[in-house]
């Protein structure tokens, strides 16, 4: 390189400037009025707010010869004046270049310990990964945090988090980072333990007087100990002879999961376009989809004759191999890809639909369906989902206010 050429900017020298201190307006356009006396460039900028103190960290470049001193001199008066401290480190070049394989991990803990906290970054580390940069997500109704990392493939990680996470009692979930996260997309529900608290058959059944029958053949089936069409069929026979009229008691008896509403309202603001899947039934999952604003709506249906219950079903069977399909059916409607969908579920009926997904979770689910799942969620807000999205509680609320 001739002395008339530029250095490269990865050879040029840098400084790293650090202003540590308590937060007020007017900070980062004091520092930087200050360093523009000496021709300096922005290479790079990070700030960082807790609990009122600030870290404020400019990469620049180098000043002129024979100013660096007076920079420095100057940059610490000025910090001084604000009771606050710096510190100026002299090196070559630019932040070093990001690892290949980057992710989002999100930790979410109610609450989240410092112990825990520890297990996954240790276990990041231990497969070569690379923390670059931490932030909260969310203070409640959980802690919510996300990491973004470097180094590691996305499975890799995302099974070595697990085992860990289920260690020390903490939900983490891992999503390749890149453009895909901010694309519109598609999300899908289970309804009966994930939209909604209840099981709908079981509120059917408490009025025909079977709810512990029905119960009992509704655990092992969500526990895949039954096949699900074969359950189905049992339940619904035990339903025979009720008066429709039944349907509308059951559906006012219908409990939202906590953080449903906010789910689906969010989602909508930002574009997405949300379903619902379930081996209930259309006589309330049709209810549902009009009072929530869904896009799609499918489940089993009830046969009712001259105004009562038949004790069968009618038309397609929604079953595990149903969801699934369901799923497919409604990404080709909403012209979204399939690895731009997100499925949600708790049963063992769902772990077809959320193994299409590209992202499936588990939420509150049975054992066997954590297990499988590409991540579990074991608090009980439904909302909770949207940090796996990366979006924060604070978006959320100020949505709402906006709105209001």
Not at 214 to 235: P, W
Not at 324 to 351: C, H, K, M, S, Y
Not at 354 to 360: D, Q, S, T, V
Request: net charge negative.
């Amino acid at each position: 390189m001739s002395a008339s050429q530029p250095p490269h900017p990865a050879d040029a020298p840098t400084l790293l400037v650090k202003i540590f201190g308590k937060d007020r307006p007017g900070l980062t356009a004091g520092l930087f009025d200050t360093l523009a006396a000496y021709s300096v460039d922005v290479v790079d900028i990070e700030q960082v707010v807790t609990r009122g103190r600030i870290v404020l960290c400019a990469l620049v470049t180098a000043p002129p010869a024979g100013l660096e001193g007076d920079l420095r001199s100057t940059v610490h008066s000025w910090a001084d004046s604000l009771k606050m401290q710096a510190e100026i480190i002299s090196g070559i070049g630019d932040n070093r270049p990001r690892g290949h394989g980057r992710s989002h991990v999100t930790m979410l803990g109610n609450p989240l310990t410092a112990e825990s906290t520890a297990a996954i970054a240790a276990s990041i580390a231990a497969i070569g990964g690379n923390i670059d940069r931490i932030f909260r997500l969310a203070k409640y109704p959980v802690t919510a945090v996300e990491f973004d990392v470097s180094g590691t493939a996305t499975e890799s990680l995302r099974t070595a988090l697990a085992l860990e996470a289920a260690k020390v009692g903490v939900d983490v979930a891992v999503i390749a980072a890149g453009l895909h996260r901010r694309a519109q997309r598609l999300v899908v529900m289970d309804v009966d333990s994930t939209l909604i608290q209840d099981e709908v058959i079981e509120l059917f059944a408490a009025h025909a007087g079977c709810e512990d029958e029905v119960a009992e053949v509704t655990a092992a089936a969500m526990r895949g100990e039954l096949d699900f069409e074969q359950s189905l069929h049992a339940r619904v026979r035990l339903l025979a002879g009720l008066d429709a009229s039944v349907v509308d008691k059951v559906r006012s008896e219908v409990r939202l999961t906590p953080g449903a509403r906010t789910l689906i309202r969010t989602l909508k603001r930002l574009g997405y376009q949300v379903g619902v899947v379930s081996g209930g039934f259309t006589q309330v999952t049709d209810d549902l989809k009009e009072r929530l604003g869904l896009d799609f709506a499918q489940a089993n249906t009830l046969e009712i004759v001259d105004g009562k219950l038949t004790g069968k079903v009618t038309g397609e069977i929604v079953d595990r191999a149903g969801k699934a399909r369901l799923l497919r059916r409604f990404a080709d409607e909403a012209g979204v890809p399939l690895e731009q969908t997100v499925a949600i579920g708790d049963g063992a009926n769902d772990l077809d639909m959320l193994n299409a997904a590209g992202l499936g979770v588990a939420f509150n689910a049975k054992p066997v369906v954590r297990e499988a799942a590409h991540t579990a969620v074991n608090v009980p807000f439904l909302d909770t989902v949207l940090y796996l999205l990366g979006v924060t509680r604070e978006e959320v609320e100020a949505a709402d206010t906006h709105t209001d």
